[in-house]
């Protein structure tokens, strides 16, 4: 079983920055792949990016460039570093990890454990 808690949402303007954390307990968090997803409102729950247990990671195109997904095995958590904040990334905030891989997928079908979520609002 993993356990993750994520933390560091709230209320910024547009062009602001935050860093969502993910705090992971129990199974063996530096081998697990990671992913961030986001669901604003109405809409589905959306891949933002994920990293490997190497490290590498991914984003989608639409936070290409300022966004960036980052671990610390040391200290079983994972970032999400959030800059030039828009409003449409309002959205609620989720870490999941996925034993059944070892490469971060797009998929939330493929996760086996989430976060409860972390609330992002940017304002105009």
């Known amino acids: 079983q993993v356990q993750l808690v994520e933390s560091g949402g709230g209320l910024v303007e547009a062009g602001g920055s935050l860093r969502l954390s993910c705090a992971a307990s129990?199974?063996?968090?530096?081998?697990?792949?990671m992913g961030w997803f986001r669901q604003a409102p109405g809409k589905e729950r959306e891949f933002v990016g994920g990293?490997?247990?190497?490290?590498?990671?991914t984003n989608v195109d639409s936070v290409k460039g300022r966004f960036t997904i980052s671990r610390d095995n040391a200290k079983n958590t994972v970032y999400l570093e959030m800059n030039s904040l828009k409003p449409e990334d309002t959205a609620a905030y989720y870490c999941?990890?996925?034993?059944?891989?070892?490469?971060?997928?797009?998929?939330?079908?493929?996760?086996?454990?989430w976060g409860q979520g972390t609330q992002v609002t940017v304002s105009s």
């Open positions: 129990g199974r063996a968090f530096s081998r697990l792949p």
């Open positions: 990293i490997g247990w190497s490290g590498r990671s």
């Open positions: 999941a990890a996925t034993g059944r891989s070892t490469l971060p997928s797009a998929h939330s079908a493929d996760y086996d454990y």
